[in-house]
């Protein structure tokens, strides 16, 4: 007994015409196993090529996202540049540098501006402990940097204003840090030396997901590689390079619902009258970066879902191909069938039945092709993936719809044959 015959009982009147003619359909398609794959093969590639490529693109744009937010996506980033030392000495004669006052220039100069942060790489030489080594660099960093960036925290506490004012000898270890120096201890509570220095652990930030990772040229992920110390002991207690400036980056936490842009272009012009127009800085917009992040993942969606959206039209035109030489090779029972008192209508429901039950079954099967083309990409490549549903939903959808489209002309040409030249035909 068939499944068909087992449901009759369950399934409502209504549906059983429907139900009967798809059972019909799948009977006709089974009887010619090879054709029907090669014809489903367009089909299954093109659904699952769009799967793999939306979710692989929406998985990038939440991985950028994630990114942007290790830079703070309220901030405005003012990075020093690396200068050749032929061109800083004559730099230096018109610019002295990023320092502290130009942070304290732009509080006091925009209102979009609330907060300010400072950090001062230092020349590190030296880094060990007790228990190990480390080739880490160190840096000084303001009371409020920890407030400006979206560090996490796997230990301990972040530095304060309380150990700048004090010019305590107190350090934050990056992980990778605090793994190289202490492998099989805490390294809370515990004595760092670097270059001549001791200082004392109070914290060890978490390992961030994009450790070693670079957005759009920046680099991200190095605070796991870095000391952090507060900045006026690094002023006060390391020496300082002759033209070396003051400070390495500001970071601006601007007012929320500021347009990031437009505040840049105004710090921008802030900076250049400050360092009379000497670029020896760069500003990073991460709003900014994001949005071209965003175009960007947005054009590569489109053209590889245009290509995927081939595949499926050659899918589609393959149905076709199957669907008018079933219609040549049945003709016979077409005309049979109307002379039984078939009606046109239903001649050409049970070939637009037939059409889309193999658009729904290479949307099936392109589903999981999708899913595992998406896994394979993701292991080998290195590319984030996302799971969208609405991909999965797009893509079957528009695969049925190819399929009820392209079955249109066959149908309609199986209708509109003469049941006696039918009956007769060889």
């Known amino acids: 007994m068939s499944l068909l015959e087992k449901l009759h009982g369950v399934i409502p009147d209504g549906w059983r015409p429907i139900m009967l003619t798809f059972a019909d359909a799948l009977s006709e398609l089974s009887q010619h196993k090879l054709r029907t794959l090669l014809t489903l093969l367009g089909m299954i590639f093109g659904v699952g090529a769009v799967i793999a490529m939306l979710n692989i693109g929406k998985g990038a744009e939440r991985e950028a996202l994630r990114m942007i937010e290790t830079m703070g996506l309220n901030n405005l980033i003012v990075q ?38 400072a950090q001062k790489s230092l020349p590190t030489y030296s880094v060990f402990s007790a228990h190990g080594k480390s080739d880490a660099s160190a840096s000084g960093v303001s009371g409020d940097y920890f407030a400006l960036s979206p560090f996490k925290l796997n230990a301990g506490r972040l530095l304060g204003p309380e150990d700048e004012s004090t010019l305590a000898q107190v350090a934050v270890l990056g992980e990778s840090v605090a793994g190289q120096l202490f492998p099989e201890y805490s390294a809370l509570g515990e004595m760092v ?51 070396a400036p003051e400070l390495s980056e500001l970071k601006f936490r601007l007012v929320p619902g500021t347009d990031a842009r437009e505040a840049a272009r105004a710090l921008t012009h802030l900076m250049e009258r400050r360092h009379n127009s000497v670029e020896d800085y760069s500003v990073v917009v991460p709003a900014a970066l994001m949005a071209q992040k965003m175009e960007t993942q947005a054009i590569f969606n489109i053209v590889m879902s245009c290509v995927a959206g081939i595949s499926l039209l050659v899918g589609g035109i393959g149905i076709m191909n199957i669907m008018l030489a079933t219609v040549l090779e049945r003709t016979k029972e077409i005309g049979l069938l109307r002379a039984i008192g078939a009606t046109e209508r239903d001649i050409r429901i049970q070939y637009m039945v037939e059409s889309f039950t193999i658009a729904i079954l290479g949307g099936l099967l392109g589903i999981v092709f999708g899913v595992l083309l998406s896994e394979v990409i993701a292991l080998y490549a290195g590319w984030p993936v996302s799971w969208s549903i609405g991909a999965i939903v797009l893509s079957f959808t528009v695969c049925a719809l190819v399929g009820l489209v392209f079955g249109v002309y066959p149908a309609i040409k199986a209708s509109q044959l003469n049941p006696i030249d039918a009956l007769q035909s060889d």
């Not at 540049?81 to 990023?98: H, I, T, W």
């Not at 130009?102 to 942060?117: C, K, L």
């Not at 006060?236 to 002759?242: G, L, S, Y």
């Open 80 to 117: 020093g540049a690396d200068v050749p030392d032929d061109e800083l000495y004559e730099q230096r004669k018109q610019s002295s540098g990023l320092s502290l006052r130009d942070g304290e220039a732009a509080v006091s100069t925009f209102d979009f501006v609330s907060a300010f942060a």
């Open 193 to 243: 030396k670097v270059n001549h220095l001791w200082f004392r652990v109070v914290g060890v930030l978490d390992s961030p997901f994009v450790d070693g990772a670079e957005f759009e040229g920046v680099k991200l992920g190095t605070e796991q590689n870095q000391i952090f110390i507060p900045l006026s002991t690094a002023d006060q207690r390391f020496a300082r390079e002759t033209l």
